[in-house]
């Protein structure tokens, strides 16, 4: 048994990767723990076990005595055994952890093993795997015995093993079935701007070409749709919009709306917000069903899309046209409310007349101020001396 077990130890660093040496130790440990059970020795006294590096011999030590007994070769065999097994299983997990751990944000395919609890459990070959039923679409269907492909979000160790966590609605999902598909992206001549998706229902992706001489949307799409096609294969129907990056953001949001038709753009750099105003019959193309085309495309350009029909954007000038009318009719009534002895409608008199402010008031003539209804020669002079106080012009 002893040099089977050198051997054995050695087997395992070469296989599993484990430094013999940490073997070794995790052995002597083991064996000396088993040998207390059944040894009674001093309480001062620790049971030590010591494993001969050429010949394999384990001995035990009690009090610097070495501790002789017709069982200890027993117990040794079993511990060590139960120890090599029990490394064996961390090094396979270490080795499934390493594997997987390096396969994050990649795509990698299984088969459906069974379904817990709305989670699907996907059979990897080494290992399992999980979707979350969180991380699913509700568009899609599998059965026991599917391969599936998913995305690795994540992966977790712990006790019982590494945890694997897969996903099927995650944009980089789809970002990764574009790279499998279409080599010039692979490449790195065609690369992929951004992307937004609503999981089942619709992707739009943004992409751009570093060649002049390669089309980036033509690439995506392949020869007859064939590219395009089996990735919505693979996302079971899930609709994808390929748009055209542009570093104008005009032409950008024009491209991200597509196939609704814009007649005039609105920019607000500074709150990155845009006014897209489109004729009254596409109007329903531009917004989407419940929203989802003007959504995703500023989800994808990073900007706040607000869609109007010609009428509508017409109808939200007037009013903040309106608005801000009343808005500086306020701000000329507060101004004229320093002033003493003027009443409300004297003050509205006023500003319908053109005197909103102090200054037009101490500019205006006596003459043209009795022209208000209510307001005489005594009046007019006394509001005019008041308003040259106020503003310290006497």
Known sequence: MDSELLGILEQLERDKGINKEILIQAVESAVASAAKKIWTVDKEEDITVTLDRKTGKLTAFAGGQEIRSSEFGRIAAQTAKQVVIQKIREAEKDVVFTEYHARIGQIISGAVYRFDRGNIIVDLGKTEAFIPKSEQSNKEEFKQGDRIRAYVMDVKREARGPQIILSRINPNFVKRLFELEVPEIYEGIVEVKAIARDAGERTKIAVYSKDEKVDCVGACVGMRGARVKNIVSELQGEKIDIVRYATDMKEYIQAALSPAEISQIQL???????????????????????????????????????????????????????????????????????????????????????????????????????????????????????????????
């Open 268 to 394: 607000n750099h500074l709150d990155k917000k845009a006014n897209i105003i489109v004729a009254e019959d596409q109007l329903s193309l531009a917004i989407g069903k419940y929203g989802q085309n003007v959504r995703l495309a500023s989800r994808l350009i990073g900007w706040e899309l607000n869609i109007f029909s010609a009428s509508q954007w017409l109808d939200s000038q007037t009013k903040q046209q309106k608005k801000e009318e009343k808005e500086s009719q306020s701000e000329a009534a507060n101004s004229l409310d320093q002033l003493a002895g003027v009443g409300e409608k004297l003050k509205v008199a006023l500003i319908e007349n053109g005197y909103d402010s102090l200054e037009k008031i101490i500019n205006a003539s006596n003459e043209d101020l009795t022209q208000i209804k209510g307001l005489g020669v005594v009046k007019a002079e006394k509001i005019k001396e008041e308003a040259k106080k106020l503003l310290g012009k006497e």
